[in-house]
């Protein structure tokens, strides 16, 4: 008799567990609005399916020098050392997750002593206290038949996925920062190189100035507008060597190092050989990381929403503890002293203060949130890609002109101080052209500078860096 009622406990969990899959959680399913409405403003259709983001960082970048210091941010940097304890923590908890289908189980052991009245019922039978010792273990087990902890599992699982897909997104971020802080820094090199020469020759022209004026070709009104200029150019070289030192501060920071100098070679010396080639827009879904944690943040929080509809539907328990229970230490540990307890319960909730409604309608709130959130971080990923191709395109375009600009001012200057010395212009003609001359050269730099962060920026806003 005893075996069979043991037999309806085991049965009635193994008859509902057969029917779970009449309430099975619903599936995840990518919403197809975002998907389809993702594109890019180029004025070149994407046709190739290869994109330039999976090129790796090590083949886009040839200086040694800036493979060194990705090298040294990818293996030091604050934020990737982050992010990996943010991966550990969520696996963690997954391993947490996966162990929701096992059943608990713990041992305990107490003494008890009661001290009783003796004019009490049980006082004078047991001498006025009773010393009681046991040694139980409590199992306890959840039928997960409307799928509450496979659904929990999942959003663990996605929870987890989301974390290792923020930590390629740092790392992308960081590789895309690195490299243009270098390029930054090797543009201020070449406009302090320069602006240092500049003052050199502005030197020159003051002397040769002050030889006009004695000559009474110029008037001292010349001679203080060369000293003007010389001053506004040794007022910049101070200026952009204070930017250097900033710049290398925050580039040692980059590096997960307190500041200092950084090493680096020169601009002309920077290429960066490879096809623009952006793919079609689909591939942000499985190459940009950010994107991807996004999706991964949609799914975490339809799979809770499962969780929180399972909680409208009974429970359903099953819970046994036995031991040894005796009053005398000498005797615990015998077949007399054994106990045993089977419980089998199903607990279905109706009234809990509207709990597990506001539980599910947050749940659905905070879905929808992820959704978004899910969508602008598609529209944010397009953006940038086409941001970085008009970047690029601009750059290109303005870097030919720009050098033509600087050539006919750089004659222009040379032309004027011929016709100066020769008594056939003013010194504000010469004046005007050496500034001229000088702020073209510097944003001559300025764009060889801007068309190298626009490829690494492209290369960024396409997911690459993180493989």
Known sequence: MRKIQIFKFVLIPVVLLSLQSCFVAKEYTRPAEVVENETYRTDELPTDTISMARISWRDLFTDPVLEGHIDRALENNIDIRIALQQIEAAGAYLKQ??????????????VTHQQLAQN?????????SITQYDATANLSWEADIWGRIASNQRAQRAAYLQTVAAHHAV??????NVANLYYQLLALDEQLEVTQET???????LETIEALKEA??????????????????QAVVIDLENQ????????????GEAPHAIERTELGLQELNTDLRIGVPVQLLRNRPDVIAAEYNLVNAFQLKNVARSNFYPALRLTANGGFQSLDLAKLIDANSLFATLVGSLTQPIFNRRQIRTQFEVAQAQQEIAFLEF????????????????NYAAADKKLDIKQNEFEAYELATSYSEE??????????????ARENALNSQLELVNIRYEELSSIVNLYQALGGGWE
């Not at 009490?120 to 006025?128: R, T, V």
């Not at 710049?247 to 040692?252: C, G, I, Q």
């Open 97 to 110: 997750a996966r162990a929701g289908h096992l059943p608990t189980l713990g041992l305990s052991a107490q």
């Open 120 to 128: 009490s019922q049980f006082g004078s039978f047991f001498e006025g």
């Open 171 to 176: 790392k992308t971020r960081l590789i895309a």
């Open 199 to 205: 003052v050199e020759n502005r030197i020159n022209s």
């Open 216 to 233: 009474g070709n110029v008037t001292e009104v010349g001679v203080k507008q060369t000293e003007a200029q010389l001053y506004r150019a």
């Open 244 to 255: 250097i030192r900033l710049l290398e501060n925050t580039f040692s920071i980059l590096l």
């Open 375 to 390: 969508r602008r971080a598609i529209l944010d990923a397009s953006r940038e890609v086409s941001d970085a191709l008009y």
């Open 419 to 432: 016709l100066l010395n020769s008594g056939f212009a003013n010194y504000l003609e010469v004046l005007t």
